[in-house]
């Protein structure tokens, strides 16, 4: 760019500007040499035959100006090259993240294809000392009418209890509010954060009712039992309907229906 | 002297230059682009087998094939024992393979890539792996007589993966590219690609929780009985959906080369079995659809009653028994639906028998299916239509026998069974199964006259009140029959079975159960009956059925005292 401008500067001026300063002794010779024709026409234009002089001068600047763009020109392919190398590269670096990253994002899919699979979602949920139903129950909404025959299920207690986490906490939310009965904390609006409320239910369960995570499977409690398992599907319910009836004192409702005959509702359905 | 040596070589080089441009120019150049170009394959994603509520039952991961240029192993041994804990194979088997002149050879198929990391890792020479696809089975044989199985290269040969295959293959694509010496890719160089086309999705009906606890209560029972196996279907009748069809036993679809051919096949749609009792639903549903009975009509069942030259008898022997149409259900007496078909005749059971689907294709359209056998009408001898009345001499699958209850827990009007639920596009756009055909057998009225009827047989006096579900309406039919082989054309064995509904007032789901050839009991009640309530119980649970509150008709079994 700065080359071809230059040369464009210099044919304007180089004429004008350097016609003075070496010019009388070349005009003499021209004179001299050309005469007759230079006779007819003795107007200033004869200058036309001056470039010669000022274009030696310069060829240096073409020089440097072919040279400069014959560097710059290396240069440039110098950089487009390496950029494109460097291009390359990063290609294949992302390439090779990617492969990383798809195999890794397979492999953990698959694990969670096979950790969700009913057979080892039932042995889970026998390890938390859940039970299948045999007498299927439903607690109709709202009302609190409970719909079938509950009855215990067997085998509940055939696994040690343990401290239940916030990932069971449908079921201790239940045993929360079931037991406790007198206060139903959740009021679920459009803000219902389930996790949060979970995580509470689970830490209140511990905290009162250190006994009551045994109950889920206990089946000397099976008063307790049958309400949280009735709750629970409740809170399926309530979860699944946007304005839900959880704030509903239908809970409370349900523990003084179910009478000691009712027990063991386990309806917990292993999903 | 040194011109003319110079002036000769000269003459030889222009020459050579002159057959290499000019004379072979054309053809040297485009076998140099045949060395460059390569063509790449690009697999197409198989596509996923999913259950109905779209979990994977089937897919497709990424694989290698370990390869060897056995020029290039100097130690065979050393790198067979290298191999052997990775593979989990033997070093010696792998040693051979390692062993030899060959360029090319398969070590080990469909290795998951971490285990090829950890080959690559050991820079074993003459150790290569090529790109490939491993079809995985998450939840191991769940519904695998559904779902099927795939060969060594990667096409479906059972099930679904057969059946469906063109839809789940996809078209594999092409990449075009030059390549150096190194096997770069050179940027400036010819480069065409055709993109893979994914393959498509299956979702079926099956609902997989269902079908689990289904395959689980039938191989215990069918352990329990020592029976040689086991179908169970789940259905809903108002859609004809398949939510759960089972066979014992079964296989791993993962290693589906060490299984046998019978248990990789789908019983419950390739084997026929004699109805027996569960057929008697069919003739009773004529007789009242026809007009001729309904569940009060008294019928009178001797001890015994000869047709052509055959002397009939009911399972156990009795006296002469006053039976209600009702009774004859509940007690399940060959002798007293002889006597009912017989107000209809044999032409019009043909007729319904037919229309019900007896001896017609399912239309699952699945790989291997048995469409059953009824002889025609005018082929029928004497005998013929008093055993058929009674569910023998005429032949079904497991799913034609539950698309006959669906009909009635229906209000008869009989849906074509289906499997798969919707084909799930690449693209992600769901393409719905077609409307199943719908027919009507029998009417509304009779419909439910006969479920009033199943009722009574899971009632305290029918033959299978352990298939009574507390708080349910629960409607069924035992059946104990001798199990027809087509191919000797000959009884084999016996078939006990329940096929029932609930709730049955209002019918959601319909539960089949046969167990083929029990040696530890015998009858269709005390083997199906419980198998049935197990899958019962929980189908309603999960597929939220309340009981309807309703209860139950009482219908006289006996009249007269």
Redesign the interface.
């Known amino acids: 760019m700065s080359a071809t401008a230059r040369k464009h500067e210099s044919v304007p001026e180089e004429p004008t500007g350097s016609l003075p300063v070496g010019a009388e002794a070349a005009e003499g010779t021209e004179y001299a040499t050309r005469g007759a024709r230079g006779l007819r026409a003795s107007r200033p234009h004869l200058r036309m035959v001056s470039p010669l002089r000022p274009e030696r001068a310069s060829r240096g600047v073409f020089a440097l100006v072919v040279t400069g763009l014959l560097i710059a020109g290396m240069v440039g392919i110098l950089v487009i090259n390496t950029s ?1 190398a460097q291009g ?1 590269f990063t290609v294949s670096e992302l390439q090779g993240q990617q492969a990383t990253l ?2 890794q994002e ?2 953990l ?2 694990a969670v ?2 950790a ?4 080892s979602l ?1 042995e889970q949920a026998r390890a938390l000392g859940m039970v ?7 607690l ?1 909404l709202p009302g609190g009418r409970v ?3 509950p ?1 215990a299920a067997p085998g509940g207690s055939a696994t040690a209890p343990r401290l239940l986490t916030p990932a069971d906490a449908t079921v201790t939310e239940a045993v929360d509010n079931a037991s406790v009965g007198t206060d139903l904390p959740i009021a679920p609006g459009v803000d219902y954060d389930p996790a949060a409320v979970d995580a509470a239910a689970a830490q209140a369960a511990a905290a009162n009712n250190p006994g009551l995570a045994a109950a889920v499977t206990a089946s000397t409690n099976p008063g307790v039992t049958a309400v949280a398992g009735a709750a629970a599907t409740v809170v399926k319910d309530a979860k699944n309907s946007e304005n839900s009836l959880w704030g509903d004192a239908t809970v409370i409702d349900l523990t003084s229906q179910l009478s000691s005959e009712d027990a063991g509702l386990v ?1 917990v ?3 | 002297m040194l011109l003319i040596v110079t002036g000769l070589v000269l003459t030889i080089f222009g020459g050579r230059l002159v057959q290499l441009q000019a004379v072979q120019g054309e053809a040297l150049a485009s076998e140099a682009l045949d060395q460059r170009l390569r063509t790449q394959s690009i697999p197409a994603g198989r596509g996923m087998i999913l259950d109905a509520g779209g979990d994977a039952l089937a897919i497709t991961m990424e694989a290698r094939n370990l390869t060897a240029d056995q020029t290039l192993v100097t130690d065979p041994q050393a790198v067979a024992e290298q191999l052997g804990p990775i593979l989990g194979a033997d070093p010696a088997v792998l040693a051979e393979r390692l062993t030899g002149e060959r360029r090319f050879m398969y070590v080990a198929k469909g290795l998951t890539p971490e285990a090829w990391d950890r080959i690559a890792e050991l820079r074993l020479p003459g150790i290569f792996s090529e790109p490939t696809a491993r079809r995985v089975y998450p939840a191991g044989d769940l519904a695998a007589n559904v779902v099927g199985f795939v060969g060594g290269e990667g096409t479906g040969l059972g099930g679904v993966e057969y059946a469906y295959e063109q839809e789940l293959a996809g078209t594999p694509g092409e990449q075009t590219f030059e390549r150096g010496p190194g096997g770069r890719v050179i940027p400036t160089g010819a480069n065409s690609v055709t993109d893979a086309m994914q393959g498509t999705s299956i979702r079926l009906t099956i609902d997989r929780d269902i079908q689990y606890v289904a395959q689980q209560a039938l191989a215990e029972k069918v352990a329990e009985s020592r029976a040689d196996s086991g179908t169970l279907v789940v259905m809903d009748p108002r859609t004809g959906h398949i939510l759960a069809l089972a066979t014992v036993p079964t296989f791993n679809p993962g290693k589906a080369a060490s299984a046998t051919a019978s248990n990789r096949g789908n019983r419950a749609l390739t084997d026929v079995f004699e109805p027996g009792s569960t057929s008697k639903l069919m003739t009773l549903a004529a007789v009242i659809n026809e007009g001729k009975a309904n569940p009060y009509t008294s019928i009178t069942v001797p001890s015994s009653l000869t047709r052509g030259d055959k002397k009939f008898h009911d399972a156990s022997p009795h006296g002469t028994l006053r039976l209600t149409l009702a009774g004859v259900m509940a007690k399940s007496s060959n002798m007293g639906t002889i006597l009912a078909a017989e107000r209809i005749g044999g032409k019009k059971l043909y007729k319904y028998l037919k229309k019900f689907g007896i001896g017609e294709p399912t239309g699952l359209d699945f790989p291997g299916e048995s469409t059953g056998f009824i002889p025609k009408h005018s082929d029928w001898s004497p005998t013929s239509f008093p055993t058929i009345a009674f569910g023998q001499g005429l032949s079904v699958n497991a799913v034609q026998s539950a698309s006959v209850f669906a009909t009635i827990a229906n209000d008869g009007v009989r849906v074509q069974p289906s499997l798969v639920d919707a084909l799930i596009l690449p693209d992600g756009t769901v393409s719905a199964a077609p409307e199943p055909e719908a027919t009507r057998v029998v009417s509304v009225s009779t419909a439910k006259q006969v479920r009033a009827m199943l009722e009574s047989v899971v009632s305290e006096g029918g033959t299978a009140p352990m298939a009574a579900i507390p708080g349910y309406r629960v409607g069924g039919k035992t059946g104990t029959a001798q199990e027809y082989d087509e191919k000797c054309r000959c009884y084999n064995g016996v078939v006990a079975s329940f096929i029932g509904m609930a709730p049955a007032d209002a019918p959601q789901l319909v539960v089949a159960v046969s167990i083929m050839n029990p040696r530890v009991g015998r009858y269709g009640g005390e083997l199906g009956g419980p198998v049935f309530k197990r899958v019962m119980t929980y189908a309603l649970q999960a597929r939220q059925i309340p009981p309807t509150g309703t209860s139950s008709p009482t219908l006289p079994l006996t009249f007269g005292g």
């Open positions: 494109l390359a798809s195999q397979q492999t899919a698959e294809a096979a969700a699979a009913p057979e039932e299948p139903s045999e007498t299927p129950v439903f109709s719909i079938g025959k009855k309806a359905p292993v999903p």
